[in-house]
């Protein structure tokens, strides 16, 4: 078997051990809060936002620099130093006594994070490009297995063993991906021809990038992406509380919703990405974002929890076709040598949109209800569909400044 094959399937068991620990505490997080001696539903709500968004405030602001290091240094040292570091700060959450605590270990989490860029830019430096669609998207299906199996066990594991063992668990999770990422994930990096590259600042780095057109582009639109979707994303528990009802169940339902779509998401990932190699992830992404943006609609006149879990399996189908085919259209236009750099730059836009999304979101709460924000983040997905179109699809594709291919 090839090395791209073989880090392919270890990054994979890594994204998905990694959003399986950081995804148990989504849906327990507003529960939590309560626990701590937060009452008020609109406190609780403005709370969860920050503090979700808490640690991609600090990744927001770091990523670069990674990215930059990693282009010097290799992605596989990135992708260790990250995974060790974030076991034990979310182990630590699981002594928060109250929400300031846990909102500056999420600070400090987003601070030493970058285990999913670096898995993926590792990957795209190291795999066939007549493969990368396929890759982006596998890679993908795993984190978002994570993602399904983390909420679900999270609610459930919230009812059997309370809320603060779960972070230990999530520490466990975290050290397990990195061990295996440290002894089988094998990287080709010529660090000598690294080392000789002179030194850019982001903002050198970034000029750099923008050479090729697309790619500010690219960023902007996974910020929208994001960030339209993660708006709903702390509001959740408490909508599922409202649709089933206070009772001792209502965190095992708020798990089995935020799975579900994940669930979906696994499935056309993979089918997707393959797909995207043969007819171009441009047209993937646009079909992708104006579906997301219909299936956003139904969400919004749900009467029961049942048919939130149906309308968000829905979603879920579009969703796995959006960040696979960022990632693989960043691949396209980004110089040989640069990739990490790139992908960090793409990870502070997601970051941004993960950390803007939830704090309107909560912060808006008081004024609009949920359904409504459903509405609103789906004409910013359609929106989005419109931007891709013209940035992707109508500019010229230029020629990659520095690329040796």
Known sequence: MTNWKVNLIVLWVGQFLVMAGMTMIVPFLPLYLQ???????????????LIFAGNFVTSFLFQPLWGGLADRYGRKVMLLRSGFGMAVVMALMGFAGTAWHLLLLRMLNGTIAGFMPAAVALMSANTP????GFAMGTLQSGAVAGSILGPFFGGLMAEWIGFRPIFFVTGALLFAASLLATFLVKETFDAKRASQKPKQSMMAAFAELRKSPQLPSIYAVTFLIQFSLLSVQPLLPLFVQKLHGQDAMVAFYAGLVGSITGFSNMIASPLLGRLSDRIGPERILIVCLVGSAIASVPQAMVHNVWQLFASRFF?????????PTVNALIRKHTPTGMESRSYSFNSSALSLGNMLGPVVGGAVSGLITIQQIFLISGALLLVNAFWAHKSLISTPNLPRSGSSE
């Open 35 to 49: 626990e701590l001696g937060l009452h008020e539903e609109h406190e609780v709500a403005t709370w969860a936002g």
């Open 129 to 132: 490009r007549e493969r990368m």
């Open 315 to 323: 979603l879920g189908i579009f969703l796995g076709g959006l960040l």
